[in-house]
């Protein structure tokens, strides 16, 4: 008995400190590991809302940066997002993805590393 309890109360904790967490973003990137230059394919899947406004990618290594921004109209705008990096160069990559809403304030965000290998193997 004293398990359910716990379990029960466990959840309801879990549920509180996630009422209050801000719109869900998803973010995945294909091929994750890759021979340069390559094609990055980046899918963002966001929560739709009234306050949806811009939706940012960033993409970002050592010797490369890269971004791109779609608006969005709100509740109104599509559940997914693709973006594409063409001839991506060498690097270990953080891929960013920024929901941003209607005062410019981020209203949620993912991150997800890829790694692209120089034809060296470095």
Do not use: C, W
């Not at 340069?36 to 960033?58: F, K």
Request: proline content about 5%; charged content about 25%.
């Amino acid at each position: 008995m004293k398990r359910i309890a716990v379990g029960l109360g466990g959840g309801l904790v879990l549920i509180a400190l996630t009422a209050g967490a801000g719109p869900r973003v998803d973010l995945s990137v294909s091929p994750r590991v890759a021979f340069a230059p390559t094609n990055l394919v980046i899918s963002v899947m966001t929560d739709r809302h009234a306050d949806n406004r811009i939706l940012r990618v960033i993409a970002e290594s050592e010797d490369f940066a890269s971004s791109s921004d779609r608006p969005l109209e709100g509740e109104d705008s599509p559940r997914v997002a693709t973006f594409e990096l063409r001839d991506v160069p060498a690097g270990d990559y953080m891929i960013r993805a920024l929901l941003i809403g209607d005062h410019g304030q981020v209203r949620g965000q993912a991150n997800v590393q890829a790694k692209v290998i120089s034809g060296a193997g470095r």
